[in-house]
């Protein structure tokens, strides 16, 4: 009972630790009146934990991954089916089901100048230390694109700088394009420069339409200028549900974790050399082109394309305990008409039944408690709302649909170039009349105006 309440806890998203199972275990004999446990201590010992791991061979001790809740609800297999569902659709719509070449993806990561190991050998009872140019590394942000077939498109380089400087582009992948922003982050500009790129090392003898897989970010959804250069040039741009990317984009996990591992390498090496020098941008290509070369291969980009089911398409290469983790925040949906289904509104909100435990099946003149009793599975309610909210009609962001859910989103800016009512300035007459010669600035009659 207790591993299987392990597992369950941890396919939610809310695994235990050493010392809450040692409690369990107290608190469960406690209440069945099992003798053998300390009282002091109030939990079980360290050779009684070790044993129920042995007993237990398929449950370790692991490190877990943070996973915000958002995420962990967002991807669930309703939205996952029909989002697979559209996506098929539109391939065998636009023919170019079975063309990988024709089926693109990109996505960016931020590149931080502070190398540093994850492990090294050094002397027991000795502190270690490990050279770094700087206390905190600075963004370089890196935005790559790939199609099915194992090619690599236009590769986007953003410095965090005011202006670009020659220098810096020397020894620069092919097909890269360098640019600088304020903070080194992407922007609608910089994306509709890539997207300019892009479009132009498309194969032009080929007419039948691509396929641009990418995440919400705002400055792909809401970038109009980008999506009608798209839809120009015969290009689909289909975005991923909210807050799926950790499962079915290709570039996010294991491509970019290369990438960042081969960067770390290389720049180790730059810093043992230096002795610990500052990444200067002049320099920065003579790394981040070794590092690349190590990952940008075929096999990598087929390879996730495969298991994320893009290409070929199959909706059942994502593992279902994947889904698990949304259960906290499960809904039971109600029938659209209330001709349509013979549920009953209490069967409707009820749970769904759970297979019993051991302890459950018990003799009746028994009271045996359970470990469901004294630690409960975390639920977490999801109340519908009236609230209207505005979000995009689909995925197909270069649809019609989509194109008109951006216009009815624009609204005037200020001279801050924030949304809301734009505010006229007053006219000061006083302060448009030169106080020297007495003229209206502007003026035809001026003869400083011309």
């Known amino acids: 009972m207790l591993a299987d309440l392990i597992k369950s806890l941890s396919k939610r998203g809310f695994p235990i630790r050493k010392s809450e199972i040692q409690t369990l275990e107290f608190q469960f004999a406690e209440a069945n009146n099992i003798p053998g446990f300390s009282d002091q201590k109030k939990a079980a010992g360290h050779y009684c934990f070790e044993e129920f791991l042995t007993r237990n061979p398929s449950l370790g001790r692991r490190k877990p991954e943070a996973l915000s809740a958002a995420r962990a609800a967002c991807f669930n297999q ?6 697979f569902a559209d996506y098929e659709e539109l391939l065998s719509n636009l023919g170019i089901k079975d063309v990988p070449s024709h089926i693109w993806n990109c996505d960016e990561t931020g590149l931080q100048d502070h190398f540093i190991s994850s492990k090294v050998v050094s002397e027991v009872g000795s502190p270690c230390f490990e050279v770094t140019a700087t206390e905190r ?3 370089t942000t ?9 090619g690599y498109g236009p590769l986007l380089i953003i410095f965090k700088a005011k202006r670009l400087k020659t220098e810096w582009v020397f020894g620069a992948p092919d097909n890269t394009l360098v640019k600088v922003s304020d903070n080194g982050w992407i922007n609608s500009d910089l994306f509709l420069g890539w997207g300019r790129k ?8 080929n007419e039948r339409p691509h396929v641009l897989l990418l995440d919400g970010h705002s400055s792909h959804v809401f970038n109009m200028d980008f999506l009608t250069l798209m839809k120009q040039n015969n290009v689909y741009v289909v975005c991923y549900p909210p807050h799926t990317t950790h499962h079915m984009q290709q570039v996010d996990k294991p491509f970019f974790k290369s990438l960042e591992h081969n960067w770390n390498l290389e720049g180790r090496r730059l810093t043992w050399l230096t002795g610990g020098k500052k990444l200067l941008k002049a320099v920065l290509f003579s790394i981040f082109k070794k590092a690349w070369e190590r990952t940008a291969t075929v096999e990598i980009t087929q390879a996730r394309f495969r298991g994320t089911g893009m290409y070929p398409l199959n909706s059942n290469a994502i593992d279902p305990q994947c889904f698990t983790l949304s259960m906290t925040t499960e809904r039971v949906l109600e029938p659209e008409t209330p001709g349509q289904s013979t549920t009953t509104p209490e069967a409707a909100t009820a749970q769904p039944a759970e297979i019993p435990t051991p302890s459950e099946v018990a003799t009746e003149d028994v009271a045996c408690a359970t470990f469901q009793d004294l630690i409960p599975i975390p639920t977490r309610e999801r109340p519908s709302t009236r609230r209207k909210r505005s979000k995009p009609p689909s995925f197909h962001l270069t649809s019609e649909d989509h194109f008109m859910y951006i216009n009815s989103r624009a609204k005037p800016t200020n001279s801050k170039g924030k949304k809301g009512k734009v505010k006229t300035a007053s006219v000061d007459t006083a302060q448009d009349t030169c106080h020297v010669c007495k003229v209206k600035y502007a003026d035809e009659a001026d003869p ?3």
């Open 137 to 139: 590394g600075e963004t």
């Open 78 to 83: 309703t939205v996952i089916k029909k989002w």
């Open 448 to 450: 400083k105006s011309m």
């Open 198 to 205: 892009f479009d132009n090392l498309l194969p032009k003898d």
């Open 142 to 150: 890196a935005l790559a694109s790939f199609n099915a077939a194992g």
